[in-house]
């Protein structure tokens, strides 16, 4: 089974630019979460979805938003970028369920100069 | 506030040298906690899932284990692929909550 895929792997982008990344779960998993990973902050969670409805918020500005289609895929998107949004942003699936183990895509690696 | 502390931030080890990884978490009730692996540059890999005191689970040469406070990753007679970043992270039975994880322990194994 494939695993989740996210894409593009690798962005550079400028501050007050756009950005949107892609996640396709893995086939069958209807849960997609979004985490930024820095060194300084580790991982931190940035939002859920699931049956195309966030199901859950992390703590950061409304410049980050999301969205999930009818296949599962995900898209998250960050307006007016600003050089502390250069992360790693992970996206994780899982079924949906209470319990459920998450699994990672590789990640797109986003640089803001 | 659900919280994760993960010591020690590094560890050097030489070739077959066993050692332990501490995850120490605080939550109001425990769904689960998870154990990753993570390479650099690259997502992190699932090792394990733990859901209660007691509970032990084993892959390889890791075996986690699991109290009510903390979690500890046993890492037996390592070799240099085990190289890597182990991150915990652990999920509260309140609603909807999502994953809260550690920094991470960043493991280096010397041939």
Redesign the interface.
Known sequence: KAGVTQTPRYLIKTRGQQVTLSCSPISGHRSVSWYQQTPGQGLQFLFEYFSETQRNKGNFPGRFSGRQFSNSRSEMNVSTLELGDSALYLCASSLGRFQETQYFGPGTRLLVL | EDQVTQSPEALRLQEGESSSLNCSYTVSGL??L?W?RQDP??????LF?L?SAGEEKEKERLKATLTKKESFLHITAPKPEDSATY?C?V?G?SG?????????TRLSVIA
């Open positions: 769904r689960g998870f990753y540059g690259k997502g992190p890999e699932f899932t859901y991150l992270a999920q039975n909807n909550t999502p994953l809260v994880f550690g920094k991470g």
